[in-house]
T-cell receptor, first 110, second 114 residues
Framework: GQNIDQPTEMTATEGAIVQINCTYQ??????LFWYQQHAGEAPTFLSY????GLEEKGRFSSFLSRSKGYSYLLLKELQMKDSASYLC???????????FGAGTQVVVTP | GAGVSQSPSNKVTEKGKDVELRCDPI?????LYWYRQSLGQGLEFLIY????????KSGLPSDRFSAERTGGSVSTLTIQRTQQEDSAVYLC????????????FGEGSRLTVL
């Protein structure tokens, strides 16, 4: 099985940087995903890491350390529209399914 | 259509009634997932279909829940004898393969059991 932990809520100011951490325990690892979900909407894909290191995509970056069972999502130059829930999800080596963490609610203030 | 389509978007039912929720995945996607999301909560895995393999039903919360996928495409999630705790948004997602690619989510079916 899998255990995925991420903070419940984070607050940051417009223009700032926020880092959302995710730790996981899994019997086998086959990739880590980050999704963004605005209230009342479906989750949308942000990033995918399967190898150690940093993946950068515009204002968003995601980092993975497989040996530590750790990932983070970095949001730079925060905008009001970034206020959303950010979901960490792990794909197990044995299974195709993704298991999701409970999500981190990011609140961006003016 | 181009995306994952779910119906109905909203369903209100009385306790004890059966409901069916439908998911039409993206054409060509072999993997199909059902998740449940209660208000303010994360996504709870329910069931996973991959091609012609036996589905992974390990997330179904009780034997009142079942799902099928016909012809490797459309899927139906059935909840029998609904209970108030079944109230949630039921999300369907599809992906291109078993261990490849991201999941594309539908807009969900919001179920309210009175």
């Amino acid at each position: 099985g899998q255990n995925i932990d991420q903070p419940t809520e984070m607050t940051a100011t417009e223009g700032a940087i926020v880092q959302i951490n995710c730790t996981y325990q899994t019997s086998g690892f086959n990739g880590l995903f980050w999704y963004q979900q605005h209230a009342g909407e479906a989750p949308t894909f942000l990033s995918y890491n399967v190898l150690d290191g940093l993946e950068e995509k515009g204002r968003f970056s995601s980092f993975l350390s497989r040996s530590k069972g750790y990932s983070y999502l970095l949001l730079k130059e925060l905008q009001m529209k970034d206020s959303a829930s950010y979901l960490c999800a792990v794909r197990d080596l044995s299974w195709g399914k993704l298991q999701f963490g409970a999500g981190t609610q990011v609140v961006v203030t003016p | 259509g181009a995306g994952v389509s779910q119906s109905p978007s909203n369903k209100v039912t009385e306790k004890g009634k059966d409901v069916e929720l439908r998911c039409d995945p993206i054409s060509g996607h072999t993997a199909l997932y059902w998740y449940r999301q209660s208000l303010g909560q994360g996504l709870e895995f329910l069931i996973y279909f991959q091609g012609n393999s036996a589905p992974d039903k390990s997330g179904l919360p009780s034997d009142r829940f079942s799902a099928e996928r016909t012809g490797g495409s459309v899927s139906t999630l059935t909840i029998q004898r609904t209970q108030q705790e079944d109230s949630a948004v039921y999300l369907c997602a599809s992906s291109f393969g078993e261990n490849t690619g991201e999941l594309f989510f539908g807009e969900g079916s919001r179920l309210t059991v009175l």
